[in-house]
């Protein structure tokens, strides 16, 4: 007995040992098992609450938008900054309430990418309400109401709410997810907890309170499942699209929120049985193509697809409504198969008739530019394409096969005239420094005819960015080549006319000058002929008569011969003047060529005068020279520049009375050089003076043409002048003199 006793006691001891390893190990096992699913629990207790966070953020961001909306509609109704405080206070808060929704989010790429897009959407409905605040301070009511007629900001709202409904219905549908993981891990919990109870006997107390606790948590784990499950039915039941579970294997609705009710006017109590019927009764049979695709795709559908067709849906007033069907699986059978799908309806009709309303707009607004005989193009200036061409600049352009009139035209260009791109440039420059102005011009375009077509265009802006630039330019253009055809024609007609009025000055100016040198030399030689004449009949002709002529008949003779010869020798030289001065201007007009070297043009003067002195030695006015010691010199054609001095001095001359005088003098002035003769002669009169210059022209018609000049003089001088890029100035008072100043620049 004394040796079996201890062998007993050993084996119970060997026994109660690896009972209690045992039930040591049973208890590390489930005391592992239990932090990893309280582990998990917490995690979705936290994703929960996260999801609970992003979603009130959601809603108040869209409560922010609504209440800057709702002030700036109050002050574009009254105009009182007082309006403006729920909007400043919006503003302010709307960029932290999106960095906590990224924050909370960040961790689903579907979703941030959502909350992004939401952002843009958010900032261009901000922009928009900041503009048309900013029209109503400046312009006042009329013209910030444009902006609110396009309807814009209301169709980015309605995509506002239409994103965060579509992002709580996807959150929502994971918070169900969530809740199916939550009791399916305190089912096993709870299992796990009475196995460990079994096996640890001998831990009783230890296994106790392990089930206490795994019963604490299953009732926390089901109450937050109770509670999430409560929060997702008051989701659904609020955001403002339509949502349904739908049971694919028994073909009817097992759940459908209160704004899929109201669509299809339905109660709760009738959704749930519409079963197969659900396709014949609420879709429209010609949506057929759309239900077989949905039969055919939905069955196959994989986790995390989603199923999307636009169909019409019928309500039970037999109102037709365009929805967008998007369908996720929602729960699978053990076999793998589809047991329910979880939908989201978004409503269309609106946006379906602003699709249609759009497509009627652009078909009137294709038929209106049709008919009108311009051509008619929209530029935008953000992408550099022609996105609206009407059929009559398709035409003109040649694009009968690049797509309709709002087909966008990447590589289209103008096919403009070389000499008119630099107009059409600085056109644009304008219009992008003064977006208000209408531009007008007018270009030569490449037309149809494969010929040069004159287009009168005109450049208005159409739309502008939020900073103010030009965004869409509007260019419309008339074909005016008739016009200038005719303007050129007209043209061309008073060329005409003025060079015939000028031949006819010409011929009566020339004839005349001509014509008493001439009749002058005539008669000097008829009178030489006859004194010859008369002499030899009163002196004998005859050889056998004797010649009684005396010595003071003949000096007589010789005196008469003298007074002609002198009548005839002037006018002769004044003929050769007039020919030389017509050759001269023919030649200026058509072969001037300067020959330009570095002179002084003082030292030029000064011959001109001393010539003038030699010519005229008794010449009444009195000639002055006062000339200007260290004159600049410049580079001029010596014998031009000779010419048009000569001239005006000569003019100077013949205009002045013996008693005056002729004054010359030389001096710079700034960046020329100026010539300035001053005579004390009869002047000219103010309706002549810008007239002198003119080819023929004769300040005083009743003078000799003997005496007189032929009217080429000055407007030689002005030619050679002007070639020399410089101008004649001339000062005149009648009956107290002229005075014509060359000013040619120092040119080197």
Known sequence: MGLRLPKIHLARRVF??????????????????????????????????????????????????????????GYLITGLETYLEPYNAAINVLGGKMDMLRAQFADDAATMQQINRLDTVI????????????????????????????????????????????????????????????????KRTVELAALTGILAILMLGFAFIAVIRQNHRSRLAESLAHKEKHFA????????????????????????????????????????????????????????????ALNTRVPVMADGETVVEELRVSDAHNAWHWIELRLKVHERLPDGKIKT????????TQQKGIEQALRETNAFVERVTNSVPSLVIVYDVATYQYVFINQQARTALELFDQGGMQSPYKNLRLPLHPDDLSKHDECWQQLLLEPTRTIETELRLWGTREAWRWMSVRYLVLTTTPDGR???????????????????????????????????????????????????????????????????????QREEQPDNTTLEEVLKFAKNLKVQYEKLNPALDRLKVIIANMLEM?????????????IDLDLVVDQVVRQMRVQ????????????????????????????????????????????????????????????EIADTGVGIPEASLPY??????????????????????????????????????VDSVVGKGSTFRIVVPIRY
Request: aromatic share 6%; proline share 3%.
């Open 470 to 540: 030009p965004k869409q330019v509007l260019m419309t253009a008339w074909d005016i080549t008739q016009q200038k055809g005719a303007e050129q024609q007209a043209g061309q007609l008073a060329l005409e006319t003025e060079r015939s009025g000028l031949l006819k000055n010409f011929v009566e100016t020339s004839s005349h000058d001509l014509n008493t040198p001439l009749t002058v030399a005539m008669t000097a030689s008829y009178m030489i002929q006859a004194y010859t004449t008369r002499f030899l009949e009163q002196h004998g």
């Open 233 to 292: 039915d008051q989701i659904t039941e609020t955001v403002p699209i339509s949502i349904f579970i739908y049971d694919v294997e028994d073909r009817h609705f097992t759940f459908a929120n209160q704004r899929l009710r109201e669509l299809l006017s339905i109660s709760a109590d009738k959704i749930t049985d519409l079963g197969e019927a659900f396709y014949t009764q609420l879709f429209d049979p010609s949506d057929d193509s759309a239900r077989q």
């Open 123 to 186: 900032k261009a409905r901000i922009a928009i309400l900041a503009v048309t605040n900013q029209l109503r301070r400046i312009g006042g009511l009329g013209a910030a109401l444009p902006v609110v007629y396009t309807n814009v900001g209301k169709t980015l709202m309605d995509y506002i709410r239409l994103q965060v409904a579509k992002v709580v219905t996807a959150q929502t549908a994971l918070l169900n997810q969530r809740q199916a993981e939550a009791l399916s891990s305190g």
């Open 341 to 348: 799908v979880l939908a989201t309806v978004s409503d269309l």
């Open 586 to 598: 023919v030649q200026l007009d058509y072969d001037l060529k300067l020959n330009c070297k570095l």
């Open 16 to 73: 109660l040992i690896c009972l209690v390893l045992f039930s040591i190990g049973a208890l590390a096992l489930a005391g592992i098992a239990l932090i990893l699913d309280i582990q998990e629990l917490m995690a979705d207790s936290n994703w929960v609450m996260g999801t609970q966070h992003g979603i009130e953020c959601l809603n108040d961001v869209l409560s922010s938008l609504k209440d800057a909306e709702t002030g700036s509609r």
């Open 692 to 729: 002198i210059f003119d080819r023929f022209y004769r300040v005083d018609t009743s003078r000799r043409s003997i005496t007189g000049g032929n009217g080429l003089g000055l407007a030689i001088a002005k030619r050679i002048v002007e070639e020399h890029n410089g101008h004649i100035e």
């Open 616 to 675: 005229f030695p008794d010449q009444r006015p009195l000639l002055n020279r006062v000339p200007s010691p260290g004159l600049t010199t410049g580079c001029y054609d010596i014998d031009y520049m000779r010419r048009a001095i000569t001239n005006i001095l000569d003019n100077a001359v013949a205009n002045t009375p013996g008693e005056g005088s002729v004054t010359v003098r030389t001096y710079e002035r700034g960046q020329n050089l100026v010539i």
